[in-house]
Structures are given as structure tokens and as C-alpha cells.
């Protein structure tokens, strides 16, 4: 079956500080790859996607690279900031129709 | 454009009843998917909705039903409610017309308390 292995929380960094959130996934197929991030007290927000292998998402500062290689799909950031702190969720899809198959989330804190 | 809502918010029921939670999509998309997220289990996927047929679904029992009308609103119903179910659960929609995983916009959600 699909399933997606992250890094457990909760990661607690100081303002600037580099963060990285690990992510690996098992597959039955070619996946798409997605982080959402989900805010306190909201419902959860695409951050960045990918399609196909090598293909690197971005948005705000995120980044995340499909290396099909190491089954990984790591998200980063340079510098983070207060307003960043809230749970990250790595996601997989496989095929049409929309059933995501989500890690457990990496709750990210960043003090001033 | 108006983002997915959730109605209602919030809801409190006591075992064995039965709840309906109603999910309008942005206008335009026609896939409506459902997941239930908890501490212990996370964020499970329930079913999708695309054209008023269910597309997939997951691995929940029976007591977990839903359905889309013409306008592509849908309502999810869990009966005999148990204390497990107590659960946030959330609407997501796309436009569910591409062949590969589309990007998925998700509600606020309702959070169910079953007592």
C-alpha cells in the first residue's frame, strides 16, 4: 500500500534559523508529492507540490525536491519566521480521483 | 472566489446518534473529498465525490456514508456515532477533471464531539 513517514515532532526553532522536515513515502505507482500546512484552528493549505521526479516545489520561501531515488521529498527553508510556526503535512496522490495519503504531520514552532 | 465551507462548525452528539456535516465546494469544481483527523490516527481519507458518484474510497465502515448533489455540494453522515468518531473532518474540493492528483482546497472543517 501508499504511506508517508515523517519526521515526528514537535521541532522547535529560534527566528531565522534553517528548517528542514523530513519526509520519505512508500508507493504502489508514480505519486505526486504535496506539502500542506495547516494553520491553528484552519483547515489545511497547499504549500508547494510536485509531479514528477527532480521536479522542485516552491512557494514562500519553501522548497521541496521529488528525488524518486531516496523516496524523499524534504521540505526547507532558509530562514524562518514567527509567522511559519504551524503543523506540516507531506502528502501523496496516486492516479486520477483525489485521495491523498498524508504523513502525520510535524508541528514546527518558532520563537522570536 | 469563495473558499470551501463547512457547515456547521461545531457539533456535539451523544453515542448512537446519527450527524449529517454538509460541505459547498468553490464554485467551478465538481471532486469533493472527505478526511477525518484525530491526534491518535491523523488525517484519514474517507471518500470523493466527482459528478454525484463516489470516485474512491477509503478504509472506514459502513456507518460512514456520503453523497453529492447536482450542484456538487455534499453531505457526509456517520450513524450510530461512537466515541472513536469524535474527530475533526474536512472537505476538500478541486476541479476533478485532470488524469493525475490535483491540488486539493481545503475547508475549515467540523469538529465533532460525540459524548
Known amino acids: 500500500g501508499n504511506s508517508v513517514t515523517q519526521m515526528e515532532g514537535p521541532v522547535t526553532l529560534s527566528e531565522e534559523a534553517f528548517l528542514t522536515i523530513n519526509c520519505t513515502y512508500t508507493?504502489?505507482?508514480?505519486?505526486?508529492l504535496f506539502w500542506y500546512v495547516q494553520y491553528p484552528g484552519e483547515g489545511l493549505q497547499l504549500l508547494l507540490k510536485?509531479?514528477?521526479?527532480?521536479d522542485k516545489g516552491s512557494n514562500k520561501g519553501f522548497e521541496a525536491t521529488y528525488r524518486k531515488e531516496t523516496t524523499s521529498f524534504h521540505l526547507e527553508k532558509g530562514s524562518v519566521q514567527v509567522s511559519d510556526s504551524a503543523v506540516y503535512f507531506c502528502a501523496l496522490g496516486i492516479n486520477a480521483g483525489n485521495m491523498l495519503t498524508f504523513g502525520g504531520g510535524t508541528r514546527l514552532m518558532v520563537k522570536p | 472566489k469563495a473558499g470551501v465551507t463547512q457547515t456547521p462548525r461545531y457539533l456535539i452528539k451523544t453515542r448512537g446518534q446519527q450527524v449529517t456535516l454538509s460541505c459547498s465546494p468553490i464554485?467551478?469544481?465538481?471532486?469533493v473529498s472527505w478526511y477525518q483527523q484525530t491526534p491518535g490516527q491523523g488525517l484519514q481519507f474517507l471518500f470523493e465525490?466527482?459528478?454525484?458518484?463516489?470516485?474512491n474510497k477509503g478504509n472506514f465502515p459502513g456507518r460512514f456514508s456520503g453523497r453529492q448533489f447536482s450542484n456538487s455540494r455534499s453531505e457526509m453522515n456517520v450513524s450510530t456515532l461512537e466515541l472513536g468518531d469524535s474527530a475533526l473532518y474536512l472537505c476538500a474540493s478541486s476541479l476533478g477533471v485532470s488524469g493525475s492528483p490535483e491540488t486539493q482546497y481545503f475547508g475549515p472543517g467540523t469538529r465533532l464531539l460525540v459524548l
Open positions: 465525490y466527482f459528478s454525484e458518484t463516489q470516485r
Open positions: 508507493a504502489t505507482g508514480y505519486p505526486s
Open positions: 464554485s467551478g469544481h465538481r471532486s
Open positions: 510536485a509531479t514528477k521526479a527532480d
